[in-house]
Nanobody
Framework: QVQLVESGGGLVQAGGSLRLSCAAS????????MGWFRQAPGKEREFVAAIARVGGGTYYADSVKARFTISRDNAKNTVYLQMNSLKPEDTAVYYC???????????????????WGQGTQVTVSS
């Protein structure tokens, strides 16, 4: 079965950096679009970044543009989220998601993804 395992979360001071990883198994990784989402306490899960399965096009929420970078290594079945210039408002549980069927317009939609990881906590202190 498809498994997504996130890692790399932790506690960092504002202005610092973290790199999240999501290792995928049980799927043909290169055939899947991958996304990162986050959920802060008391808030709904929201889109952060996505990378298409074909062409590698990337998409970002306005709140993270120019600070976060999503990338994928198809040889390692892994997607990454490099997070720079972190802010306290970036504090959340970060989730990796995968789906084989999404068109580009659907990549930002939480409900569109079929598979999810268990999440990794990111805490940014001020």
């Amino acid at each position: 079965q498809v498994q997504l395992v996130e890692s790399g979360g932790g506690l960092v001071q504002a202005g610092g950096s973290l790199r999240l990883s999501c290792a995928a198994s049980g799927l043909t990784f290169s055939s899947y679009a991958m996304g990162w989402f986050r959920q802060a306490p008391g808030k709904e899960r929201e889109f952060v970044a996505a990378i298409a399965r074909v062409g590698g096009g990337t998409y970002y929420a306005d709140s993270v543009k120019a600070r976060f970078t999503i990338s994928r290594d198809n040889a390692k079945n892994t997607v990454y989220l490099q997070m720079n210039s972190l802010k306290p408002e970036d504090t959340a549980v970060y989730y990796c998601a995968a789906d084989r069927t999404l068109g580009h317009s659907e990549l930002v939609t939480t409900a569109a993804y079929a598979y999810w990881g268990q999440g990794t906590q990111v805490t940014v202190s001020s």
